[in-house]
């Protein structure tokens, strides 16, 4: 086993420092006590980690820094950030929330992606929006179905409808209306009622 150089300094101005160096393994350990703050590095050839406690802050520098436990709780009294220069992951292999008691935000300045495996619901007690230049819903294994206590569709230059079978039905009255010519066209077109009224 390599020998380690140890030493204690003791200065009035300095304050205490504890030094443990490994010449063979290059690494240098020190524990620095200058009445302002208590500092330990640890020290190699290529890398450097530090933590400096203050009376109002811990801070910890280091290349990775892992953290193991049973449970993990993290709680600030007021605001708190965390921001990555490269990826950021979030993962659970149970149930993950995320809950605010004000308003919540999620933004992307490129594409953002929402999916599930199973089932997905979106849901507001007041109004939902949906907006882009261009939309799309689609359901690929079954039936669309669009419910309101009134529904309104409108395109503002124009609106299509087409499918092999279509049927309008209104359990009430059902009124087809044009402001200019109105078309109604078929290779055989039938019209019937207890009462037809044309013209």
């Known amino acids: 086993m390599a020998?380690?150089?140890?030493?204690?300094?003791?200065?009035?101005?300095?304050?205490?420092?504890?030094?443990?160096?490994?010449?063979?393994?290059?690494?240098?350990?020190?524990?620095?006590?200058?009445?302002?703050?208590?500092?330990?590095?640890?020290?190699?050839?290529?890398?450097?980690?530090?933590?400096?406690?203050?009376?109002?802050?811990?801070?910890?520098?280091?290349?990775?820094?892992?953290?193991?436990?049973?449970?993990?709780?993290?709680?600030?009294?007021?605001?708190?950030?965390?921001?990555?220069?490269?990826?950021?992951?979030?993962?659970?292999?149970?149930?993950?929330?995320?809950?605010?008691?004000?308003?919540?935000?999620?933004?992307?300045?490129?594409?953002?992606?929402?999916?599930?495996?199973a089932n997905l619901e979106v849901k507001a007690t007041q109004k939902l929006a949906l907006e882009g230049m261009e939309g799309q819903v689609a359901a690929t294994g079954g039936a669309l179905k669009l419910e309101g206590v009134k529904l309104e569709m409108k395109g503002k230059s124009q609106a299509e409808l087409g499918a092999p079978l279509i049927k309008v039905a209104a359990q009430g009255q059902l009124g087809l209306e044009s402001s200019g010519v109105a078309e109604l066209k078929g290779s055989m077109t039938s019209v019937s009622g207890s009462l037809v009224k044309l013209g």
């Not at 620095?32 to 703050?37: E, F, H, N, R, Y």
């Not at 600030?76 to 935000?105: I, P």
């Open 3 to 117: 020998k380690l150089i140890c030493t204690i300094d003791l200065d009035k101005e300095k304050g205490l420092i504890v030094t443990v160096e490994d010449p063979d393994g290059k690494l240098t350990q020190t524990v620095t006590l200058d009445g302002k703050a208590i500092t330990l590095e640890v020290k190699s050839d290529s890398d450097t980690s530090t933590i400096v406690q203050k009376p109002d802050s811990v801070t910890i520098t280091c290349k990775a820094f892992t953290v193991e436990s049973d449970t993990i709780t993290l709680q600030s009294k007021k605001e708190s950030a965390w921001t990555s220069e490269k990826t950021l992951q979030l993962e659970s292999t149970e149930d993950m929330t995320f809950t605010s008691s004000a308003k919540l935000t999620q933004k992307s300045t490129k594409d953002a992606v929402l999916s599930s495996g």
